[in-house]
């Protein structure tokens, strides 16, 4: 099903997940679909700093990058409805997940550790799998955020033989199961 969809968003809608769980590529698909812009919170705050996310960690610390992503969850989350890709850490953030509850919906792509390890293995773009054991560091991960991933408003569990634009159905028939999200004419 390509094109775009017949039905106006009402709440912005923040995808949540692991790297690699295809917040960018899916949440491009969704607001092609759904007419709507995207937006990724760490592109916003690499292009407000000049710097890169790595960079911004090394120099100002977690901490201070933190705090950074939630003023901009808060400034896209305020303006008018989109898809917002958010960096794996962001919903871990208490204050995040309210916000987001508060005035859009989260909707976790949720895919296993083994089809996340397949999309991640051979990319040099993850600092934080920049280690000695990048699986065991992928697991370690997985295994603390998973939790809090849950505690999404809508999961849309992800396949191995799922296309980008399989996901994408799969994010829209969700959205259209829930109310006040997407308004058909």
Do not use: H
């Not at 969850?73 to 509850?101: D, H, K, V, W, Y």
């Amino acid at each position: 099903m390509a094109g775009k969809t017949p039905a106006e968003l009402k709440r912005t809608v923040v995808l949540v997940g692991m790297m690699g769980a295809g917040k960018t590529a899916v949440g491009k698909a969704l607001a092609a679909r759904l007419g709507v812009p995207f937006r990724d919170s760490d592109a916003e705050i690499e292009a407000a700093a000049a710097m890169t996310i790595a960079e911004i960690f090394e120099r100002d610390g977690e901490a201070f990058f933190r705090a950074r992503e939630t003023e901009v969850i808060r400034r896209l989350i305020s303006g008018p409805p989109c898809i917002l890709s958010t960096g794996g850490g962001a919903f871990l953030q208490a204050q995040n997940r309210e916000m987001i509850s508060a005035k859009g919906v989260s909707v976790w792509l949720n895919a296993d550790l083994a089809l996340l390890w397949s999309r991640v293995k051979n990319k040099d773009t993850r600092p934080l799998l920049r280690t000695p054991d990048p699986y065991a560091t992928l697991q370690e991960i997985y295994a603390a955020r998973t939790p809090i991933y849950a505690r999404a408003d809508i999961e849309v569990a992800s396949q191995p033989g799922y296309t980008i634009e399989t996901m994408t159905s799969r994010v829209i028939d969700a959205l259209a199961g829930r109310p006040g999200i997407l308004e058909t004419p």
